[in-house]
C-alpha cells in the first residue's frame, strides 16, 4: 500500500510564497511520476506540475515561471515551491503518484492554499 502525506499550505498575501512538501511511502517502484494537483470550489481538479523519476518537469501554462517542482528519489519526496502567488491559485492541493505500470494513481490528502489580501 502507498501513503502520501503532505506538508504546507496556509494562507498568504497576494505576492507571497508558499512551499508544499509530500512524503511517499509503501511500496513505491522507481519509475513514477509525482505531481500536484489543484481543485478550487466548483472547479474539477487540475494539474499544476509533475515530475519524472528522470527529472523532466511539466507546468500548467497558469504557473509556469510561478511555481517549481522538484523531487527527492533517495527519501521519496515531491515538493512544489509557489511563489507570485495569485488569488486565483486558492485551492485545495493534492499530491498524487502515478506508477505507469500498473496505471494506479495515489493521492494524499489535500492541503489548503488560501490566497487573499
Known amino acids: 500500500q502507498v501513503q502520501l502525506v503532505e506538508s504546507g499550505g496556509g494562507s498568504v498575501q497576494p505576492g507571497g510564497s508558499l512551499r508544499l512538501g509530500c512524503v511517499a511511502s509503501g511500496s513505491i517502484f522507481s519509475l513514477n511520476v509525482m505531481g500536484w494537483y489543484r481543485q478550487a470550489p466548483g472547479k474539477q481538479r487540475e494539474l499544476v506540475a509533475s515530475i519524472m523519476s528522470g527529472g523532466s518537469t511539466n507546468y500548467a501554462d497558469s504557473v509556469k515561471d510561478r511555481f517549481t517542482i522538484s523531487r527527492d528519489n533517495a527519501k521519496n519526496t515531491v515538493s512544489l515551491q509557489m511563489d507570485s502567488l495569485k488569488p486565483e491559485d486558492t485551492a485545495v492541493y493534492y499530491c498524487?503518484?502515478?506508477?505507469?505500470?500498473?496505471?494506479?494513481?495515489?493521492w494524499g490528502q489535500g492541503t489548503q492554499v488560501t490566497v487573499s489580501s
Open positions: 498524487n503518484l502515478h506508477i505507469a505500470t500498473f496505471r494506479k494513481d495515489y
